[in-house]
């Protein structure tokens, strides 16, 4: 069965420099996501992308953030300039489309270790 | 702005008995989708099960099946003959009807451990 990949699997950085993290869709679907989860709390949404745009944000996604699908399969979430309160882990996910009940899938996520 | 509540941080059953995790919700809109996901140790999310808000009828799938109280805003996850790999993190979300907001919404999930 098709998956969403993610990579690296673990990611430690410095405070103040950029990351990118990385995520492979699965091939036939539109809708793009990330998510993060801060140890021990919820899963919150950052950002949704279709047709090559940015379709929702949240507050948490600000200027710092953006995403990226640069060549139709890659699907990347940059942070600019890290802070500690960026360590969580990142879910990228994938839905087919917006029609019926269709379910976002999920890649294994990233642990973003800002140090 | 929707929210998603799971009341219950943790719960515990013994192998092959059943057990209700809880979820409520609030919104105002009438059409919507709300979903389960299983997320075990090794990390990624799974899908357990999904119900459309018109339908009455509450989803099943194999041991699993929901519990729909649209009124009450309630979507209880009922797991039947459980077993040692049903152990993990299981997240209730929302999604809105609309294309423009394809966004889940989670709640903050609750820790299912099976006791052999």
């Known amino acids: 069965e098709p998956e969403v990949t993610q990579t690296p699997s673990h990611q430690v950085t410095q405070m103040g420099q950029e990351v990118i993290l990385r995520c492979v869709p699965i091939s036939n679907h539109l809708y793009f996501y990330w998510y993060r989860q801060i140890l021990g709390q919820k899963v919150e949404f950052l950002v949704s992308?279709?047709?090559?745009?940015?379709?929702?944000k949240s507050e948490i996604f600000d200027d710092q953030f953006s995403v990226e699908r640069p060549d139709g399969s890659n699907f990347t979430l940059k942070i600019r300039s890290t802070k500690l309160e960026d360590s969580a882990m990142y879910f990228c996910?994938?839905?087919?489309?917006?029609?019926?009940?269709?379910?976002?899938?999920f890649g294994d996520g990233t642990r973003l270790s800002i140090l | 702005a929707q929210t998603v509540t799971q009341s219950q941080p943790e719960m515990s059953v013994q192998e092959a008995e059943t057990v209700t995790l809880s979820c409520t919700y609030d919104t105002s809109e009438s059409d919507y989708y709300l979903f389960w996901y299983k997320q075990p140790p090794s990390r990624q999310m799974i899908l357990v099960i999904r119900q459309e808000a018109y339908k009455q009828q509450n989803a099943t799938e194999n041991r699993f099946s929901v519990n729909f109280q649209k009124a009450a805003k309630s979507f209880s996850l009922k797991i039947s003959d459980s077993q040692l790999g049903d152990a993990a993190m299981y997240f209730c979300?929302?999604?809105?009807?609309?294309?423009?907001?394809?966004?889940?919404?989670f709640g903050k999930g609750i820790t299912l451990s099976v006791r052999p």
């Open positions: 979300a929302y999604r809105s009807d609309t294309g423009a907001n394809s966004k889940l919404t």
């Open positions: 992308f279709y047709n090559n745009e940015i379709s929702e």
């Open positions: 996910a994938s839905m087919e489309d917006s029609v019926g009940n269709q379910p976002q899938h």
